[in-house]
């Protein structure tokens, strides 16, 4: 009974290690994390891009109107004072 006891557990050991990712499935899995992570930060610089380019947009648009406004100010400004005269 004891020898079987050990036999058993010889073979539950050996079953356990043989059961486990071998080598080229580690380095496998090793590859595709690190071309998920690599898209993930890829889609992160381009959607920080993205941002930056709808931010610039805005100033841009926005320097277009106060620039328009100062003209149409200018503009006001001047035509007051040739009726006051």
């Known amino acids: ?3 079987l006891f050990q036999l058993l557990v010889i073979a539950a050991m050996a079953s356990f290690i043989a ?6 499935q580690k380095a ?4 595709q994390d690190s071309i998920r992570k690599a898209d993930s930060i890829a889609a992160l ?3 920080s891009i993205r941002k930056t ?3 610039n ?3 841009a648009d926005s320097l ?3 620039d328009s406004v100062k003209k149409a100010d200018s503009i006001a400004a001047t035509t007051k004072k040739g009726k006051k005269k």
């Open 28 to 31: 496998e899995k090793a590859k």
């Open 57 to 59: 947009a805005l100033g």
């Open 64 to 66: 277009r109107k106060a």
């Open 45 to 47: 610089m381009a959607d």
């Open 1 to 3: 009974m004891k020898r």
């Open 19 to 24: 059961c486990g990712p071998s080598a080229e």
């Open 53 to 55: 380019d709808s931010i």
